[in-house]
């Protein structure tokens, strides 16, 4: 079956730490996405990328970090320089970047910082 | 900017009830619309979509008309069941953003009481 996953389900880290979530998808999407969820509130889009090598911030990037060195990987680093990192990580993907284009969404991380 | 505004939850029914919830949009373009719904501790799914004035989206017994005049996409179910409690995300995206991205409500909690 197609789909997306996400790595670890919880997650803990100490602050000061950095940690990387896992986001591996076989859809064969071009698209790829991170966005975080806090408690009452929408999602957030951190990073996005639209094709392999290339990739762009979202509204909250700071703190964050990314790569795509493959189509079916995308995973996120959260630094120690994100100062609030107790959140949902989202991730998801689409066949393009466009705006008809549905977005297919993995099962998500939770991280906690201790 | 984009906006996506949706009704404030929890809203709580009794089985067999019927169901709105309500989403009204500010945009630039002519954008796309989607519902997506969150089971507890889960990834989103998408629900339904419509991508231009007057189309109506539908999926199981859920629907929504994309309203340009109100600029609104209220989602409806004419009987809702216990399984249909879940948090309701509203999102555009808007064509003359070239990022492409999904701007989103705040989610809007259902719960159905037997």
């Known amino acids: 079956d197609g789909g997306i996953t996400q790595s670890p389900k919880y997650l803990f880290r100490k602050e000061g730490q950095n940690v990387t979530l896992s986001c591996e998808q076989n859809l064969n999407h071009d698209a790829m996405y991170w966005y975080r969820q806090d408690p009452g509130q929408g999602l957030r889009l951190i990073y996005y990328?639209?094709?392999?090598?290339?990739?762009q911030k979202g509204d909250i990037a700071e703190g964050y970090s990314v790569s795509r060195e493959k189509k079916e990987s995308f995973p996120l680093t959260v630094t120690s320089a994100q100062k609030n990192p107790t959140a949902f990580y989202l991730c998801?993907?689409?066949?393009?970047?466009?705006?008809?284009?549905?977005?297919?969404f993995g099962p998500g991380t939770r991280l906690t910082v201790l | 900017g984009d906006s996506v505004t949706q009704m404030e939850g929890p809203v709580t029914l009794s089985e067999e009830a019927f169901l709105t919830i309500n989403c009204t949009y500010t945009a630039t373009g002519y954008p796309s619309l989607f519902w997506y719904v969150q089971y507890p501790g889960e990834g989103l799914q998408l629900l339904l979509k419509?991508?231009?004035a007057d189309d109506k989206g539908s999926n199981k017994g859920f629907e929504a008309t994309y309203r340009k005049e109100t600029t609104s996409f209220h989602l409806e179910k004419g009987s809702v069941q216990v399984s249909d409690s879940a948090v309701y995300f509203c999102?555009?995206?808007?064509?003359?953003?070239?990022?492409?991205?999904?701007?989103w409500g705040a989610g809007t909690k259902l719960i159905i009481k037997p």
């Open positions: 990328s639209q094709i392999v090598n290339d990739f």
């Open positions: 999102a555009l995206s808007d064509p003359t953003d070239s990022n492409y991205q999904l701007i």
């Open positions: 998801a993907s689409s066949i393009l970047a466009a705006s008809t284009d549905t977005q297919y």
């Open positions: 419509a991508t231009k």
